[in-house]
């Protein structure tokens, strides 16, 4: 998830609309703020003229690879293999200046089969396997000649729009801090999602294909950024040297490479950027420039996901938030507050298996932590909120969560009139005029900004990122190789934020499948009877799906999965090891998650474990509450 960064371009306005003009990643622009271009070098023309050449000529050869691949019969399963193989080689070498340029012509090439999407809290529909993504089953692990008709349906659909990114590429500009971003980002990309093979899932092809991103990176800086430091491209040919050495999927030591190339690389990227004294447009960004090393995680902007009208967490307003969640007015009977079920002594959980009801019994679902929830697009298990603050609000009017609602809890805090202090320096421009700054947008703002600001990155595992080499020992190594590798859970908990928000923009969090049992059976299952997203929008292929969750801090937020099923991260990883829902023996026809048993060995689940409570900070500190007035 790992760079955010806008696209910049000049493109005719009568490009044709079925090509995608490079759509800027930020979440949103801060208040006031406008994106601009005072500053900017001038664009070398003949080097952007490289670039496009260079561009053009690599997508030729990848339209040849495709036009050899449907011509080949399923009788020659090797020959085809290598053809699609020759094809992603080319894909790769261009994948990050189609990502930022073209979206669509890079989705049309290489989307991934997956769950819902959410973006800023819209599910998107189910994103179905396009190209590259689609095509891979019939060749890998076996060729499926019953699938074959696969390839001859989807060739002439990924030629068709290279042809038409063709017709437009004599637009395209780039100049050096571009270049320098998109390096950036792939980079980012790559140390995330390629090495966990996101996109090779069948053909374990994603280290070898990582390299080949790397090396597409190099020639276009090569041709576009004669200026720039030899530094640049020496660092990252270094990483891509480390990739192509070690392609093995599985053996493949993925914190090695982060920690010795891929680290400095983005380093000496990110120096030579800035050094450009060209300001990037005034954009929020998860992800901004300044972070110097690709898991450090500490800059990350926790309110590039907030709404418009979500005020600067400043101090007071800060303060005036922790209060409130602490308080009990804000329930209908005044005995329940939101630190009751989210306790900043357990990780802001409950530690229950079901949060327990305010009349008594239980709610249907876990109680999640709250510890960097401001990481995600939705909020709720089945993504139905898309904000912090329209999530209050339904959690307020939910009777068997706090038995009130906005207007209710209004009406209790404005009757303690020392809140009218507090309201007022939290939100000054409410207090002038002569009405009460204590109103219930004030209300919901401030409390969101307290919940966005319980961030948490100072595990362990954090650290080793950060240059400590000493701050894991081997097994805890092993087991995040075994995390972004055989276990396959990178490619659902994206690092380096561990949920389902992907790098590297960071603008979608996902929903899966994973057939999640009503109690802990290991064979002969039944599923859970909540519906999850299903419930929301009512489309049969969401049935049973939720979202991703973090498994920061996961040591401390046990019992797991939505219903609480599972007691111990030991019963998670047999859950996942045996292949799910459908690897118990329920019956799961819409499960996303890969049926296949991983086969991890006893080591493996260890050190895989071990891994999974180095994510848990050492330190959780609680806030200390201020003593609600009364």
């Known amino acids: ?91 790769k070498h261009v994948e990050a200046l189609l990502q930022y340029y073209a979206a669509q012509t890079d989705a049309a090439l290489n989307s991934p089969s997956s769950a819902e999407l959410v973006t800023d809290g819209h599910p998107t529909g189910r994103n179905d396997a396009k190209g590259f993504q689609r095509i891979e089953p019939a060749l890998f692990p076996t060729v499926d000649s019953a699938q074959w ?77 004669p200026s720039t430091n030899t530094q640049v491209t020496l660092t990252v040919r270094r990483a891509a040297a480390y990739l192509a050495a070690h392609p093995d999927f599985e053996t493949f030591d993925r914190f090695a490479f982060i920690t010795q190339y891929a680290n400095p690389a983005f380093d000496t990227v990110g120096r030579a950027r800035r050094a450009i004294h060209w300001p990037p447009p005034a954009l929020r960004r998860v992800w901004p420039l300044t972070v110097d090393r690709i898991y450090d995680v500490r800059q990350f902007d926790a309110s590039a996901f907030a709404p418009d009208e979500a005020p600067t967490p400043t101090p007071a307003v800060l303060a005036l938030g922790r209060t409130l969640f602490f308080d009990p007015k804000l329930s209908g009977n005044g005995t329940r507050s939101c630190a009751s079920c989210h306790s900043p002594l357990i990780a802001f959980t409950d530690g229950r298996r079901r949060a327990s009801a305010l ?41 068997r969560e706090m038995g009130s609602s906005l207007a209710h809890a209004l009406t209790n805090i404005r009757a303690d009139q020392k809140y009218q202090p507090a309201f007022a320096v939290a939100f000054p421009t409410l207090a002038h005029g002569g009405t009460s700054p204590v109103t219930a947008s004030a209300l919901r703002l401030a409390l969101a900004a307290y919940v966005r600001s319980l961030t948490a990155f100072k595990s362990r595992f954090d650290r080793a990122m950060r240059g400590d080499a000493h701050a894991l020992h081997p097994g805890e190594v092993r087991g995040f190789n075994v995390f972004m590798g055989k276990g396959g859970c990178g490619t659902c908990h994206f690092a380096p934020l561990f949920n389902g928000t992907s790098p590297p923009n960071f603008l979608t969090s996902e929903l899966e499948v994973i057939g999640v049992p009503a109690s802990p059976a290991t064979h002969g299952a039944h599923l859970d009877p909540d519906s999850g997203r299903a419930a929301v929008d009512h489309l049969p292929d969401n049935v049973h799906a939720f979202k991703v969750p973090t498994v920061r801090n996961v040591q401390y937020t046990a019992p797991y999965m939505h219903n609480g099923v599972f007691r111990t991260l030991d019963d998670v990883v047999d859950f996942y090891d045996r292949g799910g829902g459908i690897g118990i023996g329920a019956v799961v026809p819409n499960q996303t998650l890969s049926s296949r048993p991983l086969h991890l060995t006893p080591r493996e689940k260890r050190d895989l474990i071990a891994f999974l409570r180095a994510l848990s900070d050492t330190v959780i500190v609680a806030p200390v509450p201020i003593t609600p007035h009364r």
Not at 372 to 399: C, G, M, Y
């Open 1 to 91: 998830m790992i760079g955010v960064i806008a696209g910049v371009c000049t493109l005719l306005a009568a490009a044709p609309a079925s090509w995608s003009t490079p759509r800027a990643p930020e979440a949103k622009a801060p208040k006031g703020a406008t994106a601009h271009n005072h500053g900017r070098p001038p664009v070398d023309s003949a080097a952007a003229t490289r670039v496009r050449t260079w561009l053009g000529a690599t997508l030729d050869s990848l339209d040849t690879s495709l036009a050899t691949l449907g011509a080949t019969p399923a009788t020659r399963s090797a020959d085809a293999r290598a053809a699609f193989r020759q094809g992603r080689t080319y894909y």
């Open 149 to 225: 008709r696969i390839i001859a349906d989807e060739v002439p659909r990924m030629r068709a729009e290279l042809r038409r990114f063709r017709a437009v590429l004599a637009y395209v500009t780039t100049d050096e801090a571009t270049l320098l971003d998109l390096t950036r980002l792939e980079l980012g990309r790559v140390s995330t999602l390629g090495i966990a093979g996101l996109d090779a899932p069948l053909s374990r092809d994603g280290i070898r294909e990582s390299a080949d991103a790397l090396r597409g990176i190099c020639e276009a800086l090569d041709r576009g950024a």
């Open 359 to 399: 009349s008594g019994g239980s709610v249907a679902r876990n109680t999640p932590t709250l510890i960097n929830a401001a990481f995600q697009s939705a909020q709720f298990v089945d993504a139905r909120s898309a904000t912090l603050e329209s999530q209050l609000e339904v959690v307020l009017a939910s009777e």
